[in-house]
C-alpha cells in the first residue's frame, strides 16, 4: 500500500546531531516574556533552491537604523528572524542558515561560526500559514559590517535507494521576510 507522501524512491537520511531550542509560552509564563524590537527588516519575497546555496546581502540602508540605534548592546540580544511559507509539501530539502561579513565565498559548514541553525520544516498544523522562526546571532559585530549576508545552504534529507546519492530535487524555501532583532536578555 502508497501512502500519499511516499516516495519509493528515495529514502530518509539519518538527520545530523547538533543542539536546538524550543519555545514555548504558556499563560504562567506571560509576565517573563521579553520584549523584542525589530530593527531591521528586509521585507521581499526570495525562494531559496534546493539545488545551490541561496545568498541575501542586506543593503546597507536597511541595517542603517541597527547601526545607529541607541541601546546598551550588553542588555540585548540580537536575533534574525526568518518568515517562511508554503510548508504544505512533505520536505525532502533542509536549509541551514548562515550569517556572514559578506557573501561568502566558499562552502559553508556547520562547524563554522556562520551558522545559526537549521530552518524547521516539519510545521504540518500550519500548511500555507507564514510561520517564523528565530536564531540566536553569536557575533552581533557581524550586522555591522558593511555587506552582512544571510546564505541558506540546501541540506538533502534522503537519498536515492538505487544510488545512495543525496536527493536534493525538492521544491524552494519560501521566504517572505528577514528581519534583525533586538531582545532583552
Given at each position: ?16 546531531s ?8 504558556d ?41 545607529s540605534?541607541?541601546f ?16 504544505n ?6 536549509f541551514?542558515v548562515?550569517?556572514?561579513?559578506a ?75 528577514i ?7
Amino acid at each position: 500500500m502508497k501512502f500519499k507522501y511516499e516516495d519509493l524512491s528515495s529514502m530518509p537520511l539519518p538527520l545530523p546531531s547538533f543542539p536546538a531550542a524550543l519555545v514555548v509560552a504558556d499563560s504562567g509564563t506571560a509576565s517573563r516574556i521579553k520584549s523584542t524590537q525589530a530593527v531591521a527588516i528586509l521585507d521581499s519575497r526570495i525562494e531559496a533552491g534546493s539545488a545551490q546555496n541561496t545568498t541575501i546581502v542586506f543593503p546597507s540602508r536597511t541595517l542603517d537604523a541597527l547601526r545607529s540605534a541607541s541601546f546598551d548592546r550588553s542588555q540585548k540580544r540580537l536575533l534574525l528572524r526568518i518568515a517562511i511559507t508554503g510548508l504544505n509539501r512533505l520536505p525532502i530539502v533542509g536549509f541551514d542558515v548562515h550569517l556572514t561579513r559578506a557573501a561568502p565565498s566558499g562552502e559553508l559548514k556547520r562547524t563554522d561560526p556562520s551558522f545559526l541553525g537549521s530552518v524547521h520544516l516539519f510545521v504540518h498544523e500550519h500548511h500555507d500559514d507564514e510561520v517564523f522562526q528565530d536564531f540566536t546571532i553569536q557575533d552581533p559585530t557581524v550586522v555591522d559590517s558593511a555587506s552582512p549576508a544571510v546564505t541558506f545552504v540546501p541540506v538533502a534529507l534522503t537519498q536515492s535507494i538505487g544510488t545512495g546519492r543525496p536527493n536534493l530535487q525538492g521544491s524552494p524555501l519560501r521566504i517572505t521576510s528577514i528581519a534583525v532583532l533586538a531582545q532583552d536578555r
